[in-house]
């Protein structure tokens, strides 16, 4: 079995594994190996900003995990993208950045987590960040990761934020700013027409370095251990094969929510009789893998236009293919772009010390596709809103299916379980409505599609939801970070009870922020970068 040394084994190219594989090479004198069981970035839609709805039909990017049947939401099973690729997630997702409230990490710290409150990890943010709107006391200038603010010519954007401002809702320039909450235009993880993936902006830089080792369609098998000490890693290259790695200083694993856990329990770390009944030899009783799963839930609410004027316009196949050969040439017009006319943070109760809810305002139905004239008919012209729970109260698990590392681990999410996810989607639908239903968006909608007027008590909802809730592909919490039972790493990010282990992704969030993760686990391993080098933190922020 053939076996290499590094200092650092880094398993997972996504987020977290392509930030640490640039920080932890910066060092000269350390060497890095860095596993991808997905293939390399080299699609010409994963730079493409509106290309992302190409490649996450999968399979060649994407794993298209599906879920256990949901039994809150009639017996389902919930596709569940995430990348097969360098960059992982962040090479295929919509780009959107936003960072989640302030006393989302303030309660991280509040939970026993030393050094993760918001003020200490702002200045992690800011290092990752190339902002449009230059270095400011809450955003960064010339960091590795550019965004960008959507373009909303063309999506009716004055006409949605006069309706929302109607209906009594705030509006803000700045949700990753001072005011987190309201109606805004979006800021999305692109850069002079381009996708600025965790790849694209932290690995690709780095491929050069000597001292970095990075192999794709590497499937890690197990993580070795011996004596309480993680040793190496075991995998296999493109299914043939065992190679085994030696670390000499740490393994890190960076798989993400799913596939972190997944790659603990086939290790044998975990809730000892799960483990056990799938015939792996448990070593290290760490009853939290795995569990603790949050995910945003979404819905969707659809009102029909009286005229022809959404985004479907744009998706004519002549025009498509124009913009498509625009962006090629320039990295301009529709195919740099995003979509999305707005997005909004809001409360379902106004005692709440934060938003619990966002609402994606797009101007167009998000079944939509391309179309030809005579062969294939557009569909009938929509916007779309769709709300979406911050704080999840269900909660799901990530188990093994089999010993064979091959398999998909089991997922299932509970949505819909807890009375108060059902009762915030329901206002979330109602509150929609009520937006919509005011100047000037009245006066260019002709009724509502989904759910339908008609669908109007609790049970009539509570149906729909049951039908028609998504997940908002923003797994955490499966490896949470704390110092209780049921955490699986410390403040420090390392696998309690295992020496030279850390895991340095989402699954580490003890509860999911109320945003995207994407811009928060590229903060969670710059930040990590600086624990795994014995440096000092960067200086907590001034607020």
Known sequence: MESKAYDYIIVGAGAGGCVLANRLTEDRDVSVLLLEAGGPDNSMYMQMPLGWRQIWRGPKYNWNY??????????????????????????????????GHPADYDQWRQMGN????????????????????????????????????????????????????????????????EENEGFTRVDFTAKHGKRTSAARAYLHPAMHRQNLTVETWALAHRVIVEDGRATGVEYSREGEGKFVATAKREVILAGGAYNSPHLLLL?????????????????????????NLQEHII?????????????????????????????????????????LTALGFVKTRPELDRPDLEIFCNPVRLDADVWFPGIKAALPHAFEACPSILHPHS???????????????????????AD?????????????????????????????????????????????????????????????????????????????????????????????????????????????????RGRSPLPAAEL
């Open 66 to 99: 599906l879920s256990e049947p949901e039994p809150y939401a009639d017996g389902r099973r919930l596709m569940t993208p995430r990348g097969k690729t360098l960059g992982g997630s962040t090479s295929i997702n919509g780009m959107l950045y936003l960072r």
């Open 114 to 177: 030393e050094g993760w409150s918001y003020a200490d990890v702002l200045p992690y943010f800011k290092q990752a960040e190339d902002s449009w709107r230059g270095e400011t006391k809450y955003h960064g200038k010339g960091g590795p990761i550019g965004v960008s603010q959507v373009n909303v010519k063309g999506l009716h954007y004055d006409a949605f934020m006069d309706s929302f401002r109607a209906a009594g809702f705030p509006i803000t320039d700045d949700i990753n700013g």
């Open 267 to 291: 290790s044998g770390i975990g809730p000892g009789a799960e483990i056990a009944a799938h015939g792996i030899k448990p070593i290290h009783e760490l009853k939290g893998v795995g569990k």
């Open 299 to 339: 819905t969707f609410v659809q009102f029909a236009t009286k005229e022809a004027i959404t985004f479907q316009n744009s998706l004519r196949w002549d025009k498509a293919a124009f913009s498509v050969i625009q962006w090629v040439l320039s990295q301009k017009g529709v195919m740099a772009n995003q979509p």
């Open 395 to 417: 909660r799901g698990e990530v188990t093994l299916a089999s010993a064979d590392p091959a398999q998909n681990a089991k997922i299932l999410f509970n949505f819909l379980q």
């Open 420 to 532: 108060e996810d059902r009762r915030a989607m329901r206002e979330g639908i109602r509150m929609v409505r009520r937006m919509y239903a005011q100047s000037p968006l009245a006066e260019m909608l002709t009724g509502e599609l989904k759910p339908g007027v008609n669908v109007q008590s609790d049970d009539e909802l509570d149906a729909y939801l049951r039908e028609s809730i998504d997940l908002g592909h923003h797994p955490a919490g499966t490896c949470a970070m704390g110092t209780n039972a049921e955490a699986v790493v410390d403040p420090q990010l390392r696998v309690h009870g295992i020496k030279g282990l850390r895991v340095v992704d989402a699954s580490v969030m003890p509860l999911v922020i109320g945003g995207h993760t994407n811009a928060p686990t590229i903060m969670i391993a710059e930040k990590a970068a600086d624990m795994i």
